[in-house]
């Protein structure tokens, strides 16, 4: 017991000497960005930090930040984080030689690292129905679509009775059950879809595609100039999907379409998600973020709608755009 504390007293010291010089924040600048319990993609994740949040920086170690987000701490790749460091500081210190030494998936000592939970949206087995209460991504997802159709309500991710009423006004608008609540049906319907599988739609981001795949639900990619398909989940994405091969042999099919080699190519694609068939884009090249291991792909891949856009720029990419109407004009090769 004394010589734990003693290595306790001994990290907070070097944590106390690590600090100087430190940047006070950084920034993520990804779509999202995983908290891992050690510096190391094999270490378990902890949980999504959004983009553009703000995070305390502890620590530096080669390529790894150790930070806190809220209450919080854990460790984050510094390759998404922006740092605006202390003039005449190039770079921060390095990582106490005590959490330096530790192995893959194991907790600095001392330091107390519980299930980390931003929203229910971490949890796979989260239901993929939007009700009143809820809150997250998914409900800005729904709340900037319906201020985009025409259906004013704040984009706070909270599911209140403004985003309530907007959304029974839609759901009168085509014709269905006005509940308030984001089910199959009105997945199916939004964006005035009309829900028959095999009938192709030029889907507007804004205006339903990015509430018609909900985040974390498994849906089909199929690629327009070859026919192959494979699996994929959704992983993220504000301005468009951040998508995952679902499985290793669905990472397998998807190189096979691109002979055996990852690109930044742009290719037109199909969407088959909750019986809907819809013309988007994909780049064919895993970076960034994830929340899925063991199938292959290190990161994700990008998935654009007509009119969606790019994380960094804000704006329409145009081979996406492109893409996105290619795969629109030869929808009668589409094959169930």
């Keep these: 017991m004394r010589a734990r504390m003693k290595r306790v007293l001994l990290l907070f010291t070097l944590l106390a000497v690590a600090k100087i010089g430190v940047a006070e924040t950084g920034t993520v600048t990804a ?34 930040y150790w930070v806190q987000y809220g209450m919080q701490k854990g460790f984050v790749s510094a390759r998404y984080v922006r740092v ?38 971490n949890n796979p087995n989260y239901p993929r129905i939007l009700k009143p209460g809820d809150m997250g991504n998914s409900v800005i997802d729904l709340q900037v679509t319906l201020r985009q159709m025409g259906y004013p309500t704040a984009t706070d991710g909270q599911f209140g009775y403004e985003t309530q009423a907007a959304l029974m006004k839609l759901q009168r608008a085509m ?51 070859t026919g192959k398909r494979f699996r994929i989940s959704r992983y993220g994405g504000d301005n468009h999907c951040d998508v995952e091969p679902l499985t290793a042999q669905d990472t397998q099919a998807f190189l096979s379409i691109l002979g055996g080699e990852w690109t930044w190519e742009r290719r037109p694609a199909w969407l088959e998600a909750n019986g809907r068939v819809i013309a988007v884009s994909i780049n064919c090249m895993p970076h960034e973020g994830q929340h899925i291991w063991g199938n292959e792909f290190d990161g994700h891949f990008c998935m654009h709608f007509l009119n969606s856009r790019t994380h960094e720029t804000d704006r329409v990419d145009e081979e996406h755009a492109a893409c996105v109407r290619e795969a629109w004009e030869i929808r009668g090769r589409y094959v169930p």
């Design 31 to 64: 779509s999202a960005l995983v908290l891992r319990e050690a510096p190391s993609l094999a270490s378990a994740m902890l949980g999504e930090i959004p983009n553009d949040a703000d995070l305390e920086l502890i620590a530096y170690d080669d390529g790894w």
């Design 84 to 121: 605006e460091l202390p003039e005449g500081v190039t770079t921060a210190p390095p990582l106490p030689a005590e959490i330096e030494a530790l192995p893959a998936g194991t907790p600095p000592p001392g330091v107390s690292l519980p299930q980390l939970v931003f929203d229910e949206e």
């Design 175 to 225: 014709g269905i059950d006005a509940d308030g609540v984001v089910g199959p049906q009105t997945r199916r319907l939004i964006g005035n879809g009309n829900g028959s599988a095999g009938s192709m739609e030029l889907l507007d981001w804004w205006q339903g595609g990015n509430v018609a795949y909900a985040r974390l639900t498994e849906a089909s990619v199929v690629d327009a100039r």
